[in-house]
T-cell receptor, first 114, second 113 residues
């Protein structure tokens, strides 16, 4: 996704610490921002999403924040556990000509060290 | 999720051959998608379909053909496989309007030699 940039590409944290992954997008009309988790050799799975009329959403240890003015959104994982180790993808709906498509970031490999 | 399945899970084919990847969903979702996943590129949309007999190009459609004669099936065909099409392919579906709540299949690892 050239129109969705994701950072960092790799992230290592100690168990119990927090992890933050950031994404920026280019289309000011984007109104839906999901996050997917992909464990090694498995399919991506939706873990949390946020719509543009909300600034923050939480679900237990994970939260997503959205800054529409700056066109960036972030995934926050608190009290990280080894099972949080995976690749995380952000996505945003991007207009391409007359079509709108869900465009993914390039992914962040999160490693939680015991 | 058992509701969307892909076959085969692994495939090795030769350059120039035609190969078809199958995708079947049991939820009667309106939307279906094909993505390819390559290191450093995340997931890139190849084609999608909003309903039976309605398909549209995604970000990287060249070299691929799709059809959707039935709501539950969305096959992806590589007409003449090239090495650059070596990738992991994911089929996905969504019941919602647009791209919300997308559920992915298990993936097909395709190697073109």
């Amino acid at each position: 996704g050239e129109n969705v940039e994701q950072h960092p590409s790799t992230l290592s944290v100690q168990e119990g610490d927090s992890a933050v992954i950031k994404c920026t997008y280019s289309d000011s009309a984007s109104n839906y921002f999901p996050w997917y988790k992909q464990e090694l050799g498995k399919r991506p799975q939706l873990i949390i999403d946020i719509r543009s009329n909300v600034g923050e959403k939480k679900d237990q240890r994970i939260a997503v924040t959205l800054n529409k003015t700056a066109k960036h959104f972030s995934l926050h994982i608190t009290e990280t556990q080894p099972e949080d180790s995976a690749v995380y993808f952000c996505a945003a709906i991007i207009s391409s000509g007359s079509a709108r498509q869900l465009t993914f970031g390039s992914g962040t490999q999160l490693t939680v060290l015991p | 999720d058992a509701g969307i399945t892909q076959s085969p899970r692994y495939k090795i084919t030769e350059t120039g051959r035609q190969v078809t990847l199958m995708c079947h969903q049991t939820w009667s979702h309106s939307y279906m998608f094909w993505y390819r996943q390559d290191l450093g590129h995340g997931l890139r949309l190849i084609y999608y379909s909003a309903a039976a007999d309605i398909t549209d190009k995604g970000e990287v459609p060249d070299g691929y053909v799709v059809s959707r004669s039935k709501t539950e099936n969305f096959p992806l065909t590589l007409e003449s496989a090239t090495r650059s099409q070596t990738s992991v392919y994911f089929c996905a579906s969504s019941e919602s309007t647009g791209f919300r709540l997308i559920f992915f299949g298990q993936g097909t690892r395709l190697t073109v030699v």
